[in-house]
């Protein structure tokens, strides 16, 4: 893959709007903490990601979702969050992208897996500034422009859709009946991370389905499970917690699929005088 090929790639699309991202809220606040954090961050995962494919012995090393899972981690923890939490943060989510597989494939997305084990571990504040929660509404137009690019290019509208439908309305339920502080999940900054979470971390091809009505299922899952948690508990991790579980329904999905395959295929036996030629 050429460097052109690879910027029209939806890992490219995803790593340029999480590069720009960066660069806006960092310029907006006027702190370079932010930038340091995503350096810090990007480089640990590479590092991680490097180590990984030389022990597991890949002829071919291409760190890009290292990369991309750098700058989420970045976008999301607090910009005074120091940095060897940032640095263990991005090492454990490149940890569970080599270590947690099926069919050589990540069985959770990395960055909601390492961002949600921050929270008990380290501690981590997370306050998804880049998810623009500090800026004016404009900051809510850039997330939906660059994540309905992102969405177009790895062809998860039912899966944004379905999320986003469920989860909105679950919220609004449960806020209208006063169930815990959901209503407070409806306005910024929380609303904003609901954005940059859907569009950015939960239609990550790797660890999601490809197929429409595994897709639908997949967004009501994450939505149904995010907003309980939030309702049952608040907190910071019901997002991740969805999305989580959401790729653990997709890993039994695909462990059924492949079971049923095998049950199913039937026995190709040849005819008794076909086999009798053959032995002469």
């Not at 960055?111 to 504040?125: E, T, Y």
């Not at 910024?188 to 940059?196: M, Q, R, S, T």
Request: glycine letters at 10%.
């Amino acid at each position: 893959m050429t460097l052109r090929q690879w910027f029209k790639s939806p890992k490219g699309y995803v790593a340029i709007a999480m590069a720009a991202y960066l660069l806006i809220a960092s310029a907006w606040s006027q702190d370079i903490k932010g930038m340091i954090n995503g350096l810090i961050a990007v480089g640990a995962a590479l590092v991680v990601d490097v180590i990984c494919c030389l022990i597991e012995k890949r002829k071919r090393i291409l760190p890009d979702g290292a990369v991309i899972t750098g700058l989420i981690i970045a976008l999301v923890l607090g910009t005074t969050t120091s940095w060897p939490i940032v640095a263990g943060t991005a090492a454990i989510s490149i940890l569970s992208k080599h270590l947690l597989v099926h069919r050589k494939k990540p069985v959770f997305n990395p960055a909601a897996f390492g961002l949600m084990l921050s929270i008990p571990i380290f501690h981590a504040g997370q306050s998804w500034w880049g998810a623009f929660g500090d800026l004016p509404a404009w900051g809510v137009a850039l997330i939906l422009i660059g994540g309905y690019i992102v969405t177009d290019r790895v062809h998860k509208f039912p899966q944004i859709f379905s999320f986003f439908g469920f989860f909105f309305l679950a919220l609004f339920l449960m806020g209208h009946y006063s169930v815990g502080d959901a209503a407070d999940a409806l306005r910024p900054p929380f609303i904003n991370a609901a954005l940059f979470f859907g569009f950015f971390m939960l239609t990550d091809l790797p660890t999601s389905p490809a197929k429409v009505i595994d897709q639908i299922v997949f967004g009501i899952l994450a939505a149904a499970a995010g907003a309980a948690v939030y309702g049952a508990f608040g907190g910071l991790m019901y997002l991740f917690i969805g999305l989580l579980l959401a790729n653990l329904y997709h890993l039994l999905k695909i462990r059924l699929t492949i079971n049923a395959s095998k049950t199913i295929r039937p026995t190709v036996r040849k005819p008794m005088s076909e086999a009798g030629s053959a032995g002469k």
